[in-house]
């Protein structure tokens, strides 16, 4: 399967705890960005890289989020001291043209 | 106001019927998209248009830059077609999209 993949798929965590997500995009695509959709609502932007140049991060990116994409292959989302607002489906998409590639998505839980 | 407006949110059919979904959007765009997301979050490209008409089997996007606005159609709908539908639009800056809600579609048999 050459498409996007994330893992994990599903995170249960307590409030507080660290969680790190990783995105694996189509290997010749330069472009990665990660997005947020909270339940009944349209994804919404987190952060974008340019190989592994962070490019643009979103106002809801606080200071707990961080993101990263070295080598400009895979990418990682950290977010620190989890809150129960976090929870939400995280979604990585790759693209080199104009169209995007989702991944799966990592639903995460915070308790 | 959101920059992207979907209606309905919700919209129930029987199959066989034509469905419209309908896209509004308050800024400018380079491209215009249509997602197709399924139970379990898996978010599938459907069309991406900046102008005019597209159709791909019994799919058809449409969009009309100067009034800020795109439908798609599914024609002879089928229970396979529920899902939620969303549109999506590219400001031009870095590609990245800015979402509507969604629109949940349930075709009944």
């Known amino acids: 399967d050459t498409g996007v993949s994330q893992n994990p798929r599903h995170k249960i965590t307590k409030r507080g705890q660290n969680v790190t997500f990783r995105c694996d995009p189509i290997?010749?695509?330069?472009?990665l960005y990660w997005y947020r959709q909270t339940l009944g609502q349209g994804p919404e932007f987190l952060t974008y890289?340019?190989?592994?140049?962070?490019?643009?991060k979103s106002r809801l990116l606080s200071d707990r989020f961080s993101a990263e994409r070295p080598k400009g292959s895979f990418s990682t989302l950290e977010i620190q001291r989890t809150e129960q607002g976090d929870s939400a489906m995280y979604l990585c998409?790759?693209?080199?043209?104009?169209?995007?590639?989702f991944g799966p998505g990592t639903r995460l839980l915070v308790l | 106001k959101n920059e992207v407006e979907q209606s309905p949110q919700n919209l129930t059919a029987q199959e066989g019927e034509f469905i419209t979904i309908n896209c509004s959007y308050s800024?400018?765009?380079?491209?215009l998209h249509w997602l197709q997301q399924h139970p379990g979050g898996g978010i599938v490209s459907l069309f991406m248009?900046?102008?005019g008409k597209k159709k791909h089997g019994r799919l058809i996007a449409t969009i009309n830059i100067q009034e800020k606005h795109s439908s798609l159609h599914i024609t002879a709908s089928h229970p396979r077609d529920s899902a939620v539908y969303i549109c999506?639009?590219?400001?031009?800056?870095?590609?990245?999209?800015?979402f509507g809600k969604g629109t949940l579609l349930t075709v009944n048999p």
């Open positions: 800024v400018g765009i380079s491209a």
């Open positions: 999506a639009v590219d400001g031009g800056s870095n590609y990245k999209l800015t």
């Open positions: 998409a790759s693209g080199m043209g104009e169209t995007q590639y």
């Open positions: 248009l900046s102008s």
């Open positions: 890289f340019q190989n592994e140049a962070q490019l643009e």
């Open positions: 290997s010749e695509h330069n472009r």
